[in-house]
């Protein structure tokens, strides 16, 4: 490369782990100094763990800490099981290239559009009540039952379910070809195991060394979730991540200290499930070799491969699902219990919903791209430096990468917000940007890494015979060669911004709002058609980054066919 690229690629490495780690290590601080009564703007100059005292007297809170981490371990474990147990019955079929093709796109779609989706489909005046009444349950109104916001959080978790086995499913799809899966599904076979049996004891193994920390990620994400737990958890008491957030905002600045003292306790919660699930996987590790050794066949699987088809094409279908009763909720008129469709449809809720929508759709727009494209070029520099150096390929680096999507966004983003508030950058525009670019640049290079690797060296090879520059090669052969998924990495980090509900409610301070936050605000006013407006919006953004990214290439390339594939 030129000097400048030189240069540019040289000092990518250490300022995307200055991105991703400089933001996490000051806001655990900044949350860990308050928690034990440090905070001099609020009188806080001495030590004290007074705070932790006063959070153990909370009402609840022992309950809401313990939901949390049974909310993290359940959705984890069903959804794992679902992924695993499909790949293992269908690994090669007509149906597993079906089932990708369905299950692909619903990693675009943001947590809080599903989990509004969800709700209106199960609700007690939800789409499936209205199509079985009254006709097969006889009501006339909608049955008095506490679905959504259940005290055992199980709507919750069936939200976070349909949500993970998308992004589990494609991460161990990412992982496959780092294992020879079909040459061990023969061997299993061969010896007379069935599908089940041959892949739980000859190619889970290593295929999970590959996902666990994307499964840690999980883990992580759903004890420590607020958005879906606002829209589908419990109330009485929540979860502990929507107590922090009440606190937070109490308007009494005390109560910062309390917050505070609730943030590292969720980071004690996380920690606590993670290690629940070390002792899960060496459970299941020592229970696996016990049948195995015991010469257990398993050829009779039929019913846990069609109850894994089962569980990965429903979870397509309620989201898909899901987001067509966002739409037609969105234009909807008078729509009484229990019709199944409207008795007209109005385009009234859209016409009054874009002109305040307008200024957090710019705000989303602006971030999003903003972001994404910071992680893209860093993501890009960081490769090409891994490239020339052969290192950065190691499982520290990758630990690097996963640790922003681990530790729990409440637990440092506290931090990070009184950080913003003490240097006068709270609700600007480049925090925002700076606090959604944490979480962007793991999914983007976590996109774009395995393409860029597998991409034939021997080209750069020619390049370089030819007398072209390393630089030129870069621009010129290897960017056009691998746009495709350049653009899908791009188009995975813009979901991952339209996303972030936490980082924006923090640091945005509720004057930067984006359509994400302003969904999640009316989930508690209830009106479903401007709920549907938002979070259909919400949805059609990363929907539209995908379509781009899949047609642009055969626009820009059309004159070259090997470049529009």
């Known amino acids: 490369m030129n000097l400048g690229g030189v240069r540019l690629a040289r000092v990518a490495p250490p300022l995307t782990l200055a991105v991703l780690l400089g933001p996490l290590a000051f806001g655990l601080a900044g949350t860990a100094l308050p928690a034990f009564g440090y905070l001099p703007e609020l009188g806080g100059k001495h030590f004290t763990t007074e705070h932790f005292g006063e959070l153990g007297a909370q009402p609840g809170i022992a309950r809401s800490a313990l939901l949390s981490i049974l909310i ?5 474990l069903v959804s794992l099981g679902a992924v695993a147990a499909f790949v293992a019955s269908d690994l090669g079929t007509a149906t597993f290239s079906r089932v990708r093709r369905l299950i692909s796109p619903l990693l675009s779609v943001p947590h809080a559009a599903a989990a509004f989706g969800l709700a209106f489909m199960i609700a007690p005046s939800g789409m499936i009540m209205r199509l079985i009444s009254p006709w097969a349950t006889g009501l006339e109104q909608p049955p008095d039952l506490l679905i959504v916001n259940d005290p055992m959080a199980l709507s919750m978790m069936a939200g976070l379910i349909i949500k993970e086995i998308p ?15 079909s040459e061990t599904m023969r061997l299993g076979r061969s010896l007379g195991y069935g599908r089940i049996a041959s892949f739980t004891f000859l190619l889970w193994p290593p295929l999970y060394r590959q996902i666990r920390l994307a499964v840690f990620a999980v883990v992580a994400y759903a004890t420590s979730v607020v958005d879906v737990s606002l829209i589908l958890g419990p ?96 234009v909807s008129g008078l729509w009484q219990f229990p019709d199944a469709l409207p008795a007209n449809f109005s385009s009234r809720s859209w016409m009054q919903a874009l002109p305040r929508m307008s200024g957090p ?31 950065g390929r190691g499982r520290d680096a990758l630990l690097l990468i996963y640790l922003p999507l681990i530790v729990p966004q409440i637990s440092f983003m506290f931090g990070l917000q009184v950080l913003s508030i003490w240097l006068g950058v709270d609700a600007s525009f480049g925090a925002l940007v700076l606090a959604h670019l944490v979480f962007v640049l793991p999914y983007v290079f976590l996109s774009l890494s395995d393409p860029w690797r597998a991409h034939d060296r021997r080209h750069d090879q020619i390049a370089a015979g030819l007398g072209i520059s390393r630089g030129r090669a870069l621009l010129q052969i290897r960017l056009p060669m691998l746009t495709r998924a350049i653009l899908t990495a791009a188009a995975v980090g813009f979901s991952v911004s339209v996303g972030q509900y936490l980082p924006t409610l923090l640091i945005g301070a509720g004057r930067l709002t984006t359509v994400t936050t302003e969904a999640v605000a009316l989930a508690a006013g209830g009106n479903r058609r401007v709920i549907g407006v938002y979070a259909f919006m919400q949805t059609l953004l990363p929907f539209v980054a995908f379509a781009i990214a899949t047609g642009l290439p055969g626009l820009i390339f059309r004159n070259r066919r090997g470049l529009r594939v």
């Open 235 to 330: 109330h009485l008491p929540p979860t502990l991540p929507v107590r922090l957030i009440d606190w937070m905002n109490d308007p009494d600045l005390e109560t910062r200290f309390l917050a505070s003292a609730g943030a590292v306790m969720q980071l004690g919660v996380t920690l606590a499930a993670l290690l629940i699930w070390v002792v899960i996987e060496r459970i299941g590790g020592i229970s696996v070799r016990l049948v195995r050794d015991r010469g257990a066949r398993m050829r009779r699987d039929l019913i846990v491969r069609l109850l894994a088809r089962l569980m990965m094409s429903s979870s397509a279908l309620v989201v898909f699902g899901g987001i067509a009763i966002l739409a037609l909720w969105s």
């Open 167 to 181: 992004f589990l499913f494609l991460v161990t799809l990412a992982a496959l070809p780092q294992t020879r899966h």
């Open 361 to 391: 759709l710019a705000t989303t727009l602006a971030v999003a791209g903003l972001s994404m494209l910071i992680a893209l070029v860093l993501t890009i520099l960081c490769l090409e430096r891994e490239y020339e150096t052969g290192r």
């Open 72 to 76: 993290g371990l359940v959705t984890t």
